[in-house]
């Protein structure tokens, strides 16, 4: 038997964190929420996310997709995704497709990338609850494997991603 106790500590409430935040960083009042939303309204991680530059990198991802798909080119993420510093943006795209089906299910309030949201419409417009899942699935799977297979060629396993997502796109 252990004599271990636990502990949980919750982050603090978004009006705190956006005090907390308001005194360490100073960017567009706006972001504070959203990034605080991203980060799980932990507020040391949504300043780490500023400071790392992420913020700009998850701007600059999500414009490329943005353009990519409208541009019907979906492969050229492959530069953008191969990078194996930057595999976290994974994470950021499964958060995109998650919040495009809180959007076909009219969950707004619980959607996270609120700074999306012509995306995560333009996304749950062009497809259905299933694709949407789906797609997200094989992502994550994509995620697994690149974070769990050592040696594992990255830039082909994020190609037969973008494959799949592009066959998935192109049906509708």
Request: charged share 20%.
């Given at each position: 038997?252990?004599?271990c106790?636990?502990?949980?500590?919750?982050?603090?409430?978004?009006?705190?964190?956006?005090?907390?935040?308001?005194?360490?960083?100073?960017?567009?009042?706006?972001?504070?929420?959203?990034?605080?939303?991203?980060?799980?309204?932990?507020?040391?991680?949504?300043?780490?996310?500023?400071?790392?530059?992420?913020?700009?990198?998850?701007?600059?991802?999500?414009?490329?997709l943005?353009?990519?798909?409208?541009?019907?080119?979906?492969?050229?993420?492959?530069?953008?995704?191969?990078?194996?510093?930057?595999?976290?943006?994974?994470?950021?795209?499964?958060?995109?497709?998650?919040?495009?089906?809180?959007?076909?299910?009219?969950?707004?309030?619980?959607?996270?990338?609120?700074?999306?949201?012509?995306l995560?419409?333009?996304?749950?417009?062009?497809?259905?609850?299933?694709?949407?899942?789906?797609?997200?699935?094989?992502?994550?799977?994509?995620?697994?494997?690149?974070?769990?297979?050592?040696?594992?060629?990255?830039e082909?396993?994020?190609?037969?991603?973008?494959?799949?997502?592009?066959?998935?796109?192109?049906?509708?």
């Open positions: 038997m252990s004599r106790i636990t502990y949980n500590l919750f982050p603090p409430s978004e009006q705190e964190g956006v005090e907390w935040l308001k005194k360490n960083i100073t960017i567009k009042k706006e972001l504070y929420p959203i990034s605080l939303k991203i980060c799980d309204y932990s507020p040391i991680i949504a300043k780490k996310m500023f400071v790392e530059l992420n913020w700009e990198k998850r701007i600059k991802l999500f414009t490329q943005k353009q990519s798909i409208h541009n019907k080119n979906i492969l050229q993420l492959v530069t953008h995704l191969s990078n194996s510093n930057d595999i976290k943006k994974i994470i950021w795209i499964c958060s995109l497709l998650l919040d495009s089906i809180k959007w076909k299910h009219k969950l707004y309030s619980l959607i996270i990338n609120i700074d999306q949201i012509d995560i419409k333009f996304l749950s417009c062009k497809q259905s609850i299933t694709n949407l899942n789906q797609t997200m699935k094989s992502w994550i799977k994509c995620y697994y494997n690149l974070i769990n297979i050592d040696g594992i060629n990255q082909l396993i994020i190609l037969e991603q973008l494959l799949y997502w592009k066959e998935i796109l192109n049906t509708f």
